[in-house]
């Protein structure tokens, strides 16, 4: 989820606790509380900060570690321990609510289409439901609305179980619709190797990629009608000299490490190749955002690569900068 959503989780949480009798009667216990759950909301999104360095980094770490089985652990630890010397109250109380508010982080970011690697360290596999967009105005709006209320002098506990019994009914009806557009697909596909469903912020269209024996489709499927945008052939990764030369630059490999579905290109010119790999995911104005570009001299040297979220061909030359084409 969106950073902002993660905030008004960690407040409803805090709220949520409320419930216990020791943190309602306990003022001192019930900020600390909130506090685990506010911080706990988002220590998992720390890793945030390999942007700085690059892309690169940035993709192959970003949900991995920090939103791993030992993490969750690990943060509970560190933010319990930290309000325990603080306020000097009930370490297992803020523990416990830290762990849920960490575990909660995780458990929602399984459930959009970027995913989390959750599973580490039994699998690096990326585990990605795609049926909720990474922004979900719904969800932001039902915790906000629990917020208000709270704050409005409404009892924290039963405010925000009910913001809760409402979410899950609200994740119940997003699955239910993911599977009808799932078996539309399977009619239209018989021969349907892979679905990945990319939820938008509309609530009736989601953006489809499609994986069958012999080729890529790109879908869109809007108020129950599925329309098939692009279609491509599905080519094999050629086992040549300038593929695996590309293989080996970092930003071409964070790619391929984090995308599940993708066409590659290769584009011979004067002086250099360029070597594309592009996310059939994300389609946006008849354009693939989400590429990973790597430019060789006529020697197989690598000279120039990205990868990233470019959003036009002239801003992805800019990226590259060394080779025009």
């Not at 002098?153 to 009806?173: D, Q």
């Not at 050629?238 to 599940?260: C, G, R, T, V, Y």
Request: one cysteine or more; proline letters at 4%; hydrophobic letters at 45%.
């Amino acid at each position: 989820m969106d950073t902002g959503t993660h905030v008004l989780m960690g407040f409803a949480l805090g709220g949520l606790a409320t419930f216990d009798p020791a943190i309602a009667n306990d003022p001192t216990l019930a900020h600390a509380v909130l506090i685990g759950t506010l911080v706990g909301s988002q220590a998992p999104d720390i890793d945030t900060v390999f942007k700085l360095k690059n892309n690169a980094k940035y993709i192959r770490n970003h949900r991995g570690m920090t939103h791993s089985i030992p993490a969750l652990f690990i943060w509970t630890l560190l933010i319990s321990v930290t309000l325990f010397y603080i306020y000097d109250t009930s370490f297992f109380h803020v523990a416990l609510w830290t762990f849920i508010a960490v575990s909660v982080h995780v458990f929602v970011d399984i459930f959009n289409s970027y995913g989390t690697q959750a599973l580490r360290p039994f699998s690096k596999k990326w585990v990605a439901l795609g049926i909720i967009n990474t922004f979900d105005p719904f969800i932001f709006i039902v915790h906000l609305a629990g917020i208000v209320l709270w704050l409005n002098g409404h009892h924290a506990g039963y405010t925000f179980l009910a913001v809760y019994v409402v979410l899950i009914g609200y994740y119940i009806i997003r699955f239910r619709q993911q599977q009808a557009i799932k078996r539309k697909l399977k009619q239209m596909f018989p021969d349907v190797e892979q679905v990945i469903t990319v939820p938008t912020i509309k609530w009736n269209e989601w953006h489809l990629a499609v994986t069958t024996s012999n080729h890529f489709y790109v879908a869109r499927a809007q108020n129950g009608t599925i329309d098939v945008l692009d279609i491509f052939e599905k080519c094999p990764i050629p086992d040549i000299p300038i593929i695996e030369k590309a293989k080996q630059d970092e930003n071409l490999a964070a790619f391929l490490s984090f995308s599940p579905v993708y066409r590659w290109e290769i584009h011979e010119y004067n002086d250099h190749y360029e070597v594309r790999f592009i996310d059939l995911r994300y389609r946006s104005k008849n354009y693939y955002p989400f590429v990973a570009v790597v430019q060789l001299d006529l020697d197989l040297n690598i000279v120039s690569s990205y990868t990233g979220w470019i959003f036009s061909e002239k801003k992805l030359r800019k990226k590259l900068e060394l080779i025009p084409s």
